[in-house]
């Protein structure tokens, strides 16, 4: 029963971590459009590559002198994209804290 409820806790993880890959992608390339970088694609690819998030923190330092231009449609837009992050981090939080009980209950 715990092996089972750990191989469908690790597909959602797996799944909300291809999502959450995707609108971090989608949030950055919109706000590189806003911001008139150049190539916006190969900067929202590159700040999401790397698992210690050296490529967002590149992004970020490339855009600090940049000002945004979003407008009210992107801007809800943007809105709604960190609001689709957060539930899946929500969810991510969630379904790792099933499991770590789940492993509790069953070193009992």
Known sequence: MIEAVFIVCIGVI???????YYYLYQLVLLDAKSRD????KLWSLFA???QNSSGLFLYLFKRRKTT??????????FLGIKRK???LMGLELAVFL???ANLIRGIR
Do not use: D, R
């Open 98 to 100: 099933m499991m770590l």
């Open 85 to 87: 992050i957060y539930c």
């Open 48 to 50: 999401t590559s790397g």
């Open 14 to 20: 797996l799944v909300t971590g291809v999502f959450l």
């Open 68 to 77: 945004s231009f979003l407008t009210a449609e992107q801007n809800l837009k």
């Open 37 to 40: 970088i150049a190539h916006p």
